[in-house]
């Protein structure tokens, strides 16, 4: 089976496919660039350039669902629905968080991101099974349910962590194609497309204007 992998959860835009039968994998991933809606389109067609094939060499979809902000993660689940819809293929949606957690050592482990307003998106895992989350909140507000022995966390947010995370490992990862597909399960149906937001998008709607005086009200 050869899956396109999509993530636009993070500022880092990750594409790759992954051949399950070889488990071979092309990455093709653009850092911090802030330019899901520009730059996703583009960059799926050079991957698959890079790897010498069509779209319709494609078996299935797996896209990012979050948590993440609105606007990346809507670019990145929209495009995955488009693509799934034109070529007649399967699209399965994933925690973000979780394709992080596969690219962990096993054990108890956090994985946070950057969800702006000061504060981090988090889950954390055991076994490889997530034991809490997603959730949002301020890294410093963060109660764990029990002990970690490594982090994944934004290099910038690392030094805001509670104080009796300083000494534990700290990497700074975000999704690939081979983890994406990872937690995807691929034999069965997929699941309706639902993005984590966790929260309200920025944009708020405009308060109402009201009606000058000056406008007599007609019934209609």
């Given amino acids: 089976m050869l899956v396109l992998a999509i993530d636009t959860s993070t500022p880092d835009l990750v594409t790759g496919l992954v051949d399950t039968s070889t488990g071979q994998t092309h990455d093709r991933v653009i850092p911090d660039t802030r330019a899901h809606n520009e730059q996703l ?71 946070a991101s950057d969800a702006r307003r000061r504060e981090i998106y988090w889950a954390t895992y055991d076994g490889g099974a997530r034991t809490a989350g997603p959730d949002v909140v301020k890294p410093a507000e963060l109660v764990l349910p029990h002990d970690v022995a490594v982090v994944s966390v934004p290099e910038h947010l690392a030094e805001q962590l509670p104080d009796a995370l300083r000494g534990v490992e700290k990497r700074d990862l975000a999704p690939d194609a081979a983890s994406l597909a990872a937690v995807a399960d691929l034999t069965s149906t997929p699941a309706p497309l639902v993005p984590l937001y966790l929260r309200r998008p920025d944009a708020k709607e405009p308060k109402p204007v009201p009606r000058s005086p000056a406008i007599p009200e007609v019934e209609l």
């Fill in 41 to 111: 389109t583009p960059t799926v067609r050079a991957l698959l350039s890079d790897a010498a094939v069509a779209f319709t060499d494609l078996d299935a979809v797996v896209v990012g669902c979050g948590p993440g902000p609105f606007t990346g993660l809507r670019v990145g689940m929209a495009t995955a629905a488009a693509l799934g819809d034109a070529l007649g293929i399967p699209v399965h949606g994933v925690c973000s968080l979780d394709a992080v957690a596969r690219r962990l050592p096993a054990g108890p482990a956090l994985v």
